[in-house]
């Protein structure tokens, strides 16, 4: 790495240079005469914020003597302004390696960069950060759903209306002493500056006006009562997120994901993927920070926010966050409700709206090849009617008249259309038992162009109180045929994720057992372990039942009578399901 390039990076914008070569000499900005080092190889500083970027650059390996040199160029810093935020840089001009420290109020610490960062990133070292605390979120988003119950918000619209609120108050929403048209045309304002850079930006603006701004019911709320509103959610529940992290982004989701859980209550048809679930489906699909993801259902994009999560948490600068945003993250959704849902879903989760189309993905073709993913998460509907799918697939259900592939139609079409990378899905459990008609005409179809990974058997209540299917998650490898690939496909039964139903909030990780759950699923999956129980591996071709009920062998140790409940619980539901009773 050049001189050039490092003031490019960091910005020529804040550097200060007082001598030939761009470089720094202290002795300048002192009247007494100082002795050792005194002359540093580039400066960075910015008198408002008070914060310097100092570095010092060497064309060889690291030595000892090249941090005291640094730090006694640290020391001049603070003797000019003892106020001053300090980074301090060594920099390899043969290698690109990096040593930096932090520096504020004479604490310092080692950071972990391998690569450098902008001044404004450098800055933000030293801002103040909300803190994580979902147990604070969780208390205060019942409190706030009781409150927008009282404003006469249905539930259908408050995780749209929660998350334009959010989203304005986020970008420092004016609202205290305005009217409620006021307070509207503000938050329009807001979604049309954070859109401006989107793909498909008027029709976004268009669904979050009519379906959201416009609502009589929003409309209605008295002007005291919103400004109310506005300040719970300012003061109880946007300090308690750090969006910066991980951590923070999971909160972020479960708070908005929350208030999806009264849709479900109002259409048992709508199966809106568990957070925590969609966080372990990107984990087995291997997001790296170069990961294209696609979700052709995208609904209210929980898949696409937990990816770009895990995406960014392996980023180290801002250009390579907002390539992620940009470059790396598409979704599809054909419901315009929905779709209005997942753009406000992305932009609270810091934008990766801009390659989200509202349309179906059987008519997206070319957009789906454009994109170049090698990750599809996908959720497809369970129950699409004739008019959602292709016509030519339609006319072939006879007179059934919702899809009698359960979602696997829509596995198929996307997994040809990719062809290649991973394809990780949830799928009702009719989907991977089935072995007649078009089920298992469509089976044979995907293990004749890809290889069946894995199967996992998943909790089933996990949608309550919404949909009542029992789900499983298949994972393809694409583009290799399942009999090339001449290997045992894994089967885990993940029936026990640790969540409990609670009235009102639907499944909680009351014990904070999911951590260790998530962890232990992992690795039996990764490593193919078996394990009474919990997981076998065995292989299957389109004849044969894709679930770990089928092959695994039975822990009866662990066995006892809430098992048999579980089990005819299930049983019961499947019949229903089946309309055999």
Known sequence: MERYDIIQTIGRKFLVSNVENNEYSYQQDFEEH???????????????????????????????????????????????????????ILAGTHDDSLCVWKIDNGDEESLVDSQ????????????????????????????????????GIQEGLRSQFVGTCLLALKEGLVYENLTTSQILAGIKET???????SVDRANKISVLDTK???????????????????????????????????????????????FNKYVQKGDKNQAFTPNHIAHFMCKVGHITRNTRVLDPTCGSGTFLVQAMAQ???????????????????????VDEKVYGLATTNMLIHGDGN????????????????????DLVLMNPPYNASKSQVDKTYAKKWGKT?????????????????????????LLPMQAAIGDKGIIAQIKYSLLKHHTLDAVFSFPSEMFYPGASAVACCMVFELGTPHTDSDRETFFGYFKDDGFEKR??????????????IEAQWLDLYEHRITKPGLSVTQKVSHLNEWCAEAYMETDYSTLCDEDFICKMTDYAAFLVQNEKI
């Open 212 to 258: 959201v701004l416009q609502d009589q019911n929003v409309q209605n709320i008295e002007s005291e009562s919103f400004c109310k509103l506005l300040s719970f959610i300012n003061d109880k529940i946007l300090p308690y997120i750090n969006e910066a992290s991980t951590e923070g982004h999971d909160i972020l989701s479960y708070f908005f994901t929350t």
């Open 503 to 516: 009235k009102g909030v639907g499944r909680v990780d009351v014990k904070d057992r999911w951590e260790d």
């Open 34 to 88: 100082l002795i050792g080092h005194i002359r540093l190889d580039i400066r960075f500083f910015d008198n408002e914020r008070k914060v310097a970027v100092l570095v010092e650059t060497k064309n060889r390996k690291f030595k000892k003597k090249d941090k005291d040199q640094l730090f006694d160029y640290v020391k001049l810093e603070q003797k000019l302004s003892n106020k001053t935020k300090i980074i301090a």
């Open 401 to 425: 008249t919702t899809d009698p592939s359960k979602g696997l139609y829509f596995v198929e079409y996307i997994a040809n259309t990719v062809n290649k990378g991973r394809l990780v899905t």
């Open 311 to 333: 995406a960014l948490a392996k980023c180290e600068t801002d250009i390579e966050r907002n390539h992620v945003k940009q470059k790396q993250i598409f979704g599809i959704e």
């Open 191 to 197: 979604l049309g500056k954070l859109l401006k850079d």
């Open 116 to 151: 450098l960062k902008s001044f404004e990133e450098y800055v933000s070292y030293f801002q103040k950060r909300n803190i994580n605390d979902k147990t604070k979120v969780l208390e205060n988003t019942a409190a706030l759903n009781r409150t927008l119950h009282d404003n």
């Open 354 to 373: 801009s390659n989200i189309y509202c349309g179906s993905c059987f008519e997206k073709h070319s957009f789906i090849n454009n994109a170049n993913v």
